[in-house]
């Protein structure tokens, strides 16, 4: 956030209109880094906290989406071979530089955050604050509480030992199964790799939730919409929390 005055950053944020910003302010509702403010044209600087009321107010300068990505389409910046996720965005938000958070495969459907907020989009991406993400897979064979407790345990794959990951089998037979996947890392095609070195091929790969995040059905592929305030401050929470232990 460029210097931005108090008071305008608080109408942005949608909370008040300029002028009961003002007042609030002047009431004494209205703090910057825990401390109270009393100048509504006081300059903020970037990372500057400002509560209302003890309620932390969100940085409207930056914008945040959901996009459900559909399969087919590349996480990468555009590219005239393929199309990409950023095909997918209005030019609007591009001239804003908002870049999707993480990736997904080629192949993979499901939840992507977009934001130009480059401190969050950062921390969600910390792997020491690495949020949890859910999976559905459909996997070739019978899934078997022995894999379930694999991806507990965490796994030795070829380059790392992956996290402790929770696998809920929801569907197992022969040909086919289906789980849900829960875990906190990402590295490159790492479900899929988890599942291929207990023998299961994934068939289809979707990402229902991202943190607090939820793909709402209503959302369809290639569909995106923009995070209410809540969301977003669920997700700066999810990144604020300290690392809740290995697992
Ligand atoms: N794991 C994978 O293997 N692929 C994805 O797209 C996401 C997680």
Redesign the pocket.
């Known amino acids: 956030m460029s210097a931005m005055r108090l008071d305008k950053y608080l109408a942005l944020s949608g909370e008040r209109t300029r002028s009961e910003a003002a007042r609030a302010v002047r009431n004494g509702q209205v703090r910057v880094n825990g401390v109270p403010a009393r100048d509504p044209a006081m300059k903020l600087a970037d990372g500057d906290e400002v509560t209302l009321a003890g309620v932390p107010v969100l940085d409207r300068s930056f914008q945040y989406y959901m996009l459900h990505k559909p399969a087919g389409v590349l996480t990468a910046s555009r590219d005239s071979r393929a199309a990409t996720v950023m095909d997918l965005v209005p030019e609007a938000l591009l001239r804003r530089k908002v870049l999707p958070v993480g990736?997904?495969?080629k192949d993979?459907t499901g939840l992507l955050v977009l934001t130009n907020d480059g401190a969050l989009a950062h921390a969600l991406l910390n792997p020491k604050r690495h949020v949890w993400k859910r999976?559905i897979a459909r996997v070739s064979g019978r899934l078997d509480e022995a894999d379930a407790e694999a991806f507990a345990a965490g796994m030795a794959l070829d380059d790392f030992v992956a996290k402790p990951a929770k696998l809920a089998i929801l569907r197992a037979e022969e040909a086919e199964s289906l789980a849900a996947v829960e875990l906190r890392e990402?590295k490159f095609?790492?479900?899929?790799?988890m599942f291929l070195a207990r023998g299961h091929e994934?068939l289809a790969?979707h990402?229902a939730a991202f943190g607090p995040l939820t793909l709402p059905d209503s959302l369809q592929p290639g569909g995106f919409c923009e995070l209410t305030a809540a969301q977003v401050r669920a997700l700066q929470d999810a990144v604020a929390k300290p690392e809740s232990g290995e697992g």
Do not use: A, E
Request: without cysteine.
């Open positions: 990736r997904l495969d993979t999976y990402g095609h790492q479900v899929k790799r994934v790969l990402r």
